[in-house]
């Protein structure tokens, strides 16, 4: 992206409706005013809004150094907001009207696309994580390193920008650049999609020990305990065997808690044991990995390859050490109980296209104690998506169509109270006033006729 430069000072600036700052999606509306100073005499007026990705890579040999580096256009989208009638500059754009400020205002309208539109001039192989062809999801903005090593002191810059760039031409020319951050939508999360944790040995926890002996003395002499572990083996000490999984949600929201819910099942015990021993958490810890890589096309005298990098940068999301039998392990443990298991609310979501990809897996680990006896279990660990911004509504259902009432008969009760004649306190309530008056007058005895 040009060097931004979109100041209120300046001749040309853009004004933007709203706040500058607002990460803008797909489908949003961007609207604003061009002000442009009579002075500049521009004989032409461009708006343009563009997005691209930038890759750089540093490929090291000894003391020396190869930097490669990439560019590729995601879209471009243009609007003449004025054109003179005469060539060269003029004050022709006066004729639009001056406003308050002394400044030619010229209003524009966009609307965010959804998809990258344009082809890359340099072709993109297809490969696993990466994308080829136009029509892919716009990734996020974002300006990060990526470091193949702690030790490497060269930096890996990579970017994807969009900005808005006005294009002035007249007595001299002017580009004024504005960015705008943009943020994929969110799409609805459903809860009840976890993490694939198909039955694995990983996910299993077996102890034996004598000390799961319900005869164990724990205040037996040293030179018992010493004779003990000399004749006994593992198949005379008592054993228990469980499975312990964390169902962790395939997408997580960055900034919220990750809703981690345990299950833990018995599977088999040895015959001496007649309860199930109780199983303590000593330490948890909860893991976000990411892998950020990079690729820029090369062709050379050995064939067209990719250069590329990648990182593996950890997230220590949780990490908690627990007191000695103080916190009791058991089926649906809340995960909120062991403590917080909140994302970094700046964390670059999921993504992938041309030259850049940045993927996220987790990694679920506890350390457990039974009869004093310690061991550590990896809960959970598979890929998933972490996504960023404001969550959409799921997909509503069309109203209800009310329905008419049921269709029932009239009793012949019912009839007859229907069709009772009203009663003349009825009449009188229900009939108009005029109506009313000339029934009182009915009632009135006629005058005697007139003798003469």
Request: charged share 25%; aromatic share 10%.
């Amino acid at each position: 992206m040009p060097t931004p430069n979109n100041f209120r000072s300046r001749p040309v600036y853009i004004d933007l409706d709203g706040n500058p700052s607002y990460h803008y999606t797909c489908g949003d509306v961007i609207r604003g005013i061009v002000r442009v100073h009579p002075t500049v005499r521009p004989s032409s007026v461009k708006l343009f809004l563009k997005g691209r990705c930038k890759m750089k890579i540093v490929v090291q040999k000894g003391q020396n150094s190869t930097t490669y580096k990439e560019k590729v256009e995601l879209f471009s989208h243009g609007l003449k907001l004025f054109g003179s009638s005469q060539p060269g500059a003029s004050y022709e754009i006066v004729n639009k009207g001056i406003a308050e400020d002394g400044n030619v205002e010229l209003p524009f309208q966009f609307i965010f696309p959804s998809s990258v539109e344009s082809n890359p001039t340099t072709r993109f192989p297809e490969r696993r994580g990466f994308e080829h062809q136009p029509g892919h999801p716009l990734p996020p903005s974002l300006s990060a390193s990526i470091r193949e090593s702690s030790l490497s002191f060269s930096s890996n810059d990579q970017a994807v920008e969009y900005w808005i760039e006005a294009q002035v031409f007249g007595k001299a020319a002017h580009s004024v650049v504005q960015p705008l951050p943009f943020l994929p939508p969110v799409p609805f999360i459903d809860p009840t999609r976890f993490i694939n944790t198909t039955p694995d040995r990983r996910y299993e926890l077996f102890v034996t020990s004598r000390k799961l002996h319900p005869d164990y003395n724990p205040d037996e002499k040293i030179f018992r305990r010493f004779k003990n572990a000399l004749t006994s083996n593992s198949e005379k000490a008592p054993w228990a065997k469980w499975r312990i999984k964390a169902y962790v949600p395939t997408t997580l929201l960055a900034g919220a808690q990750i809703p981690i819910k345990i299950s833990f099942q018995h599977l088999k015990s040895s015959e001496e044991l007649l309860d199930v021993p109780p199983l303590y958490i000593r330490r948890v810890q909860v893991k976000l990995i990411c892998t950020s890589s990079a690729r820029i096309p090369y062709s050379g005298f050995t064939g067209e390859r990719d250069i590329d990098t990648s990182e593996i940068d950890e997230h220590l999301i949780l990490h908690r050490s627990f007191p000695e039998q103080k916190m009791l392990l058991y089926d649906d443990l809340p995960f909120s109980d062991l403590g917080p298991t909140k994302l970094p609310e700046s964390i670059i979501p999921n993504f992938q296209t041309f030259g850049l990809q940045w993927e996220y897996s987790i990694h679920v680990k506890l350390e457990l104690e039974c009869a004093k006896v310690s061991s550590k279990v990896v809960a959970c660990h598979g890929p998933c998506r972490v996504v960023r911004g404001t969550i959409r509504p799921p997909p509503g259902e069309p109203p209800a169509q009310e329905v008419p009432p049921p269709f029932s008969e009239v009793s012949s009760s019912t009839e007859k109270v229907l069709s009772k004649e009203p009663s003349a306190v009825d009449t009188a309530i229900d009939a108009p006033e005029s109506s009313t008056a000339g029934a009182e007058n009915a009632s009135k005895e006629p005058p005697p006729p007139y003798q003469g």
